[in-house]
């Protein structure tokens, strides 16, 4: 079966692709389907939006992530705005921004959400969820990773995100969560659905 992975990001790309290997599915790049704008007021409606736009243009099943880091001195912020924390444009840029904002602060629990929804192109949806927990850093260590990952350590851990491999990454992470329960619905295969497009 192929599957459209429905993002841009590089870093979840890599992500995705190590932990579905072994499944047998195809994984393809979304090409040039532009993705809709992130208008959600949560992630599942953001990996809704991103997912169904990619399984009805390309008539594939398409797999979409929405994620984010919540802190808690930040009352959850940045969330599903994660990705353009501050108008920032880049990782470094953000990662400075939120650094910031936590400057003195001594809480520095936070905690990595992230959705991965399964969009077929008849319109059914699956949705699986997963959360890291783990303290912000007062400055980056780690070139691996993305995001925020240089600033969090995981609970359980010494190193950063960012100092893990990948491997070791999705053995924790929300993500890694998010794909193992989606893997272990799909033990046997993808199902046979009708995927003629609802459009
Ligand atoms: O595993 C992670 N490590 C570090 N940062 C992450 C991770 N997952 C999500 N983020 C942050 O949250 C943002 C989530 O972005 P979003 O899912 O809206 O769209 P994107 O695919 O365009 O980046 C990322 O750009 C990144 O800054
Ligand atoms: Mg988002």
Redesign the pocket.
Known sequence: MNVVVA???T??IREIEEALQGTGWALGPLGNVPLPE?TGATYEE?AALKACAAALITGRPALA?????EVEALQGEPG?Y??RYGNRDS?VE?NVYLLEKLRGEKNRRAK?V?VVILAYPDGHLETYRGELHGTLLEGPRGAN?????PL?VPDGDTRT?AELTVAEKRAI???GRALAALRDAHRSGLPERDITPIL
């Not at 990773?145 to 990952?149: S, T």
């Open positions: 993002t841009s990001n870093g979840k992130e953001n992530d929405d994620s984010g880091i599903v994660s990705a990782d953000r990595f992230s990773g993305f995001g925020y990952d969090f995100l992470s929300h993500r």
